[in-house]
């Protein structure tokens, strides 16, 4: 399993799978090697849904975004 979590405050946003991390990695840009976080914002969340990125991810992620400009997710393997 892998964790979602808010890097600004550490807050679970949820745990996903690995084929859901892979749909991640492959449609965000990583800034190195190491990267194991993205920002998210709602026109990301419009470029997953175009994408096929599963319902349940995609709710999961609205949800962590709310009303707000955007966060940083980082994701941490158990």
């Given amino acids: 399993?892998?964790?979602l979590r808010n890097k600004g405050t550490?807050?679970?946003i949820g745990n996903i799978s690995e084929e859901d991390l892979?749909?991640?990695?492959d449609m965000l840009e990583?800034?190195?090697v190491e990267d194991q976080d993205y920002w998210?914002?709602?026109?990301t969340l419009d470029y997953?849904?175009?994408?096929?990125?599963a319902p349940?991810?995609?709710?999961m992620l609205q949800e962590a975004v709310g009303?707000?400009?955007?966060?940083d997710i980082e994701w941490i393997t158990e």
């Fill in 40 to 43: 998210v914002d709602k026109t």
């Fill in 30 to 32: 990583e800034e190195g």
């Fill in 67 to 71: 009303d707000s400009e955007g966060i």
């Fill in 56 to 59: 349940h991810l995609l709710e």
């Fill in 10 to 12: 550490s807050a679970h």
């Fill in 1 to 3: 399993m892998v964790e």
């Fill in 48 to 53: 997953f849904e175009e994408n096929g990125c």
């Fill in 22 to 25: 892979s749909f991640l990695i």
